[in-house]
């Protein structure tokens, strides 16, 4: 903390208010204070009360102060509870007196929490409100809040959440959005029989993923773990010990890039299906989705913070990755298209190829870069390169791909499902060259987990995955960013206050 010298005038003065308050013989910040209802069960029970009437009903409230006007004989002040509710407090000479009249006008500033005890009625302007017989400070503010005309900016937004929450009732939606998206995501899978379950976040060895790990140490066990970066193998091992149906909501954790579509911690469901397949999965996202959709906006068209809307209603395309690859670029291209070709198109493109990249990675950097904003609508794009997917099963059909689809939606992917590799003997030779690649530099590539394998070879019925991040399917549902819709994303701390 600076010297109180050094502190702006907006905190000096409120900290030299707290002191007179201490000073006093009062509490800046209770244990408790009178509280006998909410503010909206006030607005709700009595909504239609007439102008300039007196209850008699007396009522104790809190809330937060954001408006203040004192004048003379009367104040008034505006009560915001955490809902967003608003309430008008009256303070009138006659009810509480010179004394605790001009300890309001003095001691309380706008951002401070009080209780209010006092008469329910309505204004002569008919305004609901509370006509104060005492008030209690509930907790002292020394740190005004922004002001109206001079909003947080969007990274002070992220930042300072907790203030966000305060001043910005769009904020305070997109919290309670959420839950609400996760009760619709719960209440799908529940009708479908999927049982719920958890798995570990640290792992011996990451996988599941082709992402690159966060790594840590183990006192206790005196060995490097790692975060995990998804819970596939896990997941797979509850299928293969009978729980047929299975989903997790699970906080993952990738060490790579963040913007606006990406952060390094995030939230993820994902979920496997015995018997299921990859066409059973893109039936059930959209399930999911919609059914989300329709918990939180009444519809499966969704209307975005800009006002913008998108509809998810009905069955979705679908498109050949290679397809829309050859489509972009404005030549066919197909899974048998030698590393070298894909390196000639993604260098006219414009792409910086790295030379560890295998020859699906190249196609599906093409892709990202050229093809995805060819998209309209939600779109499951299909048959991804083999050798970028070492736990899907081959295609039944068409050889060099997998049967794995990314759903994109408003130009980022959303989901991704498969149907899953269920031989041991295959799904050891495809990790072995994982290993290989990890030997040459390829931080994302998987390990060579034994007790996964030694799993599979007790038999995995055949199954359907699907991983979809929960962040991104609010920025579907919402328009927003991924700092948005993540309640407190990780950011880089500064070297002072804000």
Not at 16 to 35: H, N
Not at 45 to 55: E, F, N, R
Not at 256 to 283: C, Q, V
Not at 421 to 436: C, G, N, S
Request: hydrophobic share 40%; charged share 30%.
């Amino acid at each position: 903390m600076a010297d109180e010298d050094d502190l702006p005038e907006q905190l000096r003065i409120r900290r030299e208010k707290r002191a007179g308050i201490l000073k006093r013989g009062a509490q800046a910040y209770p244990v408790s204070v009178p509280r006998t209802t909410s503010l909206l069960a006030i607005r709700q029970k009595h909504k239609d009360l007439p102008i300039d009437v007196s209850t008699g009903i007396i009522e104790s409230v809190t809330g937060r102060v954001i408006f203040k006007r004192d004048t003379g004989k009367l104040c008034f002040a505006n009560l915001r509870e955490g809902d967003g509710t608003e309430l008008q407090a009256m303070f009138s000479l006659d009810k509480i007196g010179e004394e605790q009249l001009e300890i309001w006008k003095s001691e309380i500033d706008l951002g401070d929490i009080v209780s209010v005890t006092g008469e329910v009625i309505t204004s002569k302007r008919g305004e609901l409100s509370i006509l104060a017989n005492s008030f209690t400070l509930a907790a002292k503010a020394l740190r005004p809040l922004p002001v109206e005309h001079k909003p947080l900016s969007e990274e002070s937004r992220v930042r300072m959440r907790y203030v966000d929450l305060i001043v910005r009732p769009e904020a305070r939606e997109n919290a309670r959005l959420r839950p609400a998206v996760m009760r619709s995501l719960r209440n799908t899978f529940n009708a479908r029989n999927f049982l719920e379950v958890e798995t570990p976040m640290l792992q011996v060895m990451h996988g599941g993923a082709a992402a690159r790990p966060f790594k840590t140490f183990s006192n206790a066990y005196e060995m490097d773990l790692f975060l995990r970066i998804a819970p596939e193998l896990y997941l797979k091992r509850c299928v293969v010990g009978g729980l047929e149906r299975v989903f997790e909501i699970n906080r993952n954790f990738r060490n790579e890039g963040a913007d606006s579509s990406h952060s390094p911690e995030f939230a993820m469901i994902e979920t496997y299906e015995a018997y299921g397949d990859w066409n059973s999965m893109a039936e059930l996202t959209r399930t999911l989705i919609q059914d989300a959709a329709k918990e939180v906006f009444g519809s499966h068209v969704v209307k975005h913070h800009d006002g913008r809307e998108l509809d998810l209603s009905g069955k979705w395309s679908e498109v050949s990755l290679f397809d829309a690859i050859s489509d972009a670029v404005g030549e066919k291209v197909s899974a048998q298209t030698s590393n070298d070709d894909l390196k000639k198109i993604a260098t006219k493109l414009g792409i910086k190829c790295d030379p560890k990249w295998v020859t699906g990675k190249l196609a599906e950097v093409i892709f990202e870069h050229a093809g995805v904003n060819k998209l309209t609508g939600p779109t499951f794009v299909k048959g991804f390169p083999i050798d970028t997917s070492p736990l899907v099963r081959a295609h039944r059909e068409t050889s060099g791909i997998a049967e794995k689809w990314d759903l994109y939606i408003e130009g980022f992917e959303l989901a991704t499902g498969y149907s899953e590799l269920i031989d041991p003997v295959i799904q050891r030779e495809r990790l072995v060259e994982q290993t290989k690649l990890a030997a040459t530099g390829d931080l994302e590539a998987m390990g060579l987990d034994e007790d996964f394998l030694r799993a599979m070879e007790y038999g995995m019925p055949p199954m359907g995955g699907m991983g979809m991040g929960v962040d991104r399917l609010l920025m579907a549902l919402t328009g927003l960013g991924i700092r948005e819709t993540i309640l407190f994303p990780l950011v880089k701390p500064t070297s002072g206050d804000e």
